[in-house]
């Protein structure tokens, strides 16, 4: 079949095998060009199929010459007319090629929140590994289902009030308002417990009660802070309180886990297009000002480039650069003054007449559909492709 972008607002229902190879072969280039670097040998990613956590797995191996076990959750194609979701084509393309290369890469397909999940990856790792030396907790995932079966969902709203702003319409590129509406306690609740750092902890937890980390070993989590613009809606919003959670459950890991030298860091990062951000109004627009002034500027950074940054200047083998509450941050060029000083002028300026002058909307959109595949100038779409 010829597979073509179905996309309804922020969701995309297809994606192309060749053009998700495409995007996994050009971040590993990337990488290698980069040479190799001090770090981790055996590194579990928790959400390695996509975004930064598939970034991680590239960086890790091609930068660290690390061997590395991935947990994702991905549906394969179901011929002939689904298309397997982009981050199982991601995966079977990086194991190609880094085992072709001669790196151990196996991955685990299944609930990352849960027990059996858990315990399976233990075993790979006892019989494959013996030991890892880093965890990096990278999921992103809608909602958690616990061993009883109770089912929390996130949300992505404010808290105590509304909050009207100016955002991007992604069925037109206009610029129109949106009022993003307070969330109840249950909600906020649930978002915490989806993603918070609950689960981060429980992963900890099992694999130094499993004995399988090595003495030292360090944990990463990802997560975001963002300017003033978007506090109502993210730092102060459902999603921020969660992410206020995943903080403190670095400072519960290095407490808990202190007798054994296990270390944990959140890392903040940039500002990028990803399906969860699309999903949240006034975000889109403030991504695509942002883009402009960082090209601008020269100083725009993907997921590749952020995390091969993280590995190479920001972990430091063991001494990672930290800010005072003890955050590796990688959103230094997003909040230097001089980027949030222009992008809040061009936010003042900006509507629908001249948003392709102030915003990177080319930028956004590639971004948006290089996640599923899509817009990779040296694939050929017009092939028919067979669905595996």
């Not at 995390?307 to 941050?329: A, H, T």
């Amino acid at each position: 079949m010829v597979i073509e972008p179905k996309v309804r607002e922020f969701i995309c229902t297809t994606a192309h095998p060749d053009g998700c190879r495409e995007n996994v072969m050009r971040q590993i280039e990337y990488t290698k060009k980069l040479g190799n670097t001090e770090g981790p040998k055996k590194v579990l990613i928790i959400g390695s199929s996509t975004g930064y956590g598939l970034a991680s797995r590239i960086t890790a191996t091609y930068a660290c010459n690390a061997s590395t076990l991935g947990i994702m959750f991905e549906k394969p194609a179901a011929p002939p007319r689904r298309t397997a979701t982009p981050g199982w084509y991601n995966t079977k393309t990086f194991e190609e090629i880094a085992q072709a290369d001669g790196y151990y890469a196996k991955t685990i397909n299944g609930d990352a929140f849960s027990e059996k999940v858990k315990l399976e990856t233990i075993d790979i790792i006892k019989k494959d590994l013996g030991k890892i030396d880093m965890v990096i907790y990278s999921l992103a995932a809608p909602r958690r289902t616990l061993g009883d079966g109770t089912v929390y969902s996130s949300t992505l709203k404010t808290v105590e009030q509304d909050f009207t702003n100016k955002s991007l319409n992604l069925k037109d590129n206009s610029i129109s308002e949106a009022t993003i509406h307070p969330a109840s306690e249950e909600e906020i609740t649930a978002t915490v417990k989806v993603m918070g750092g609950e689960d981060w902890m429980d992963w900890m937890k099992a694999l130094s009660e499993a004995d399988v980390l090595e003495p030292n070993a360090e944990t990463v989590a990802y997560s975001y802070i963002g300017p003033k613009l978007t506090y109502p809606v993210y730092y102060n919003g459902t999603i921020g309180i969660a992410k206020k959670h995943l903080y403190d459950t670095s400072l519960q890991i290095n407490k808990d886990f202190s007798h054994k030298g296990i270390h944990a860091y959140i890392s903040v990062n940039k500002a990028l297009v990803t399906q969860a951000s699309s999903a949240i109004p006034i975000v889109p627009l403030y991504m695509a000002i942002l883009y402009k002034v960082m090209k601008d500027k020269n100083l725009h950074e993907g997921c590749i480039e952020q995390i091969n940054r993280l590995f190479r200047e920001k972990l430091n083998c063991g001494c990672p650069v930290v800010d005072k509450e003890g955050r590796i941050r990688l959103d230094d060029y997003e909040m230097n003054e001089d980027i949030q000083s222009q992008v809040m002028e061009y936010w003042d300026q900006v509507n629908s007449e001249n948003i392709n002058q102030l915003a990177d909307m080319t930028g956004y959109w590639d971004d948006f559909y290089h996640m599923f595949g899509f817009r990779f100038d040296d694939v050929d779409y017009t092939k028919d492709v067979t669905l595996e």
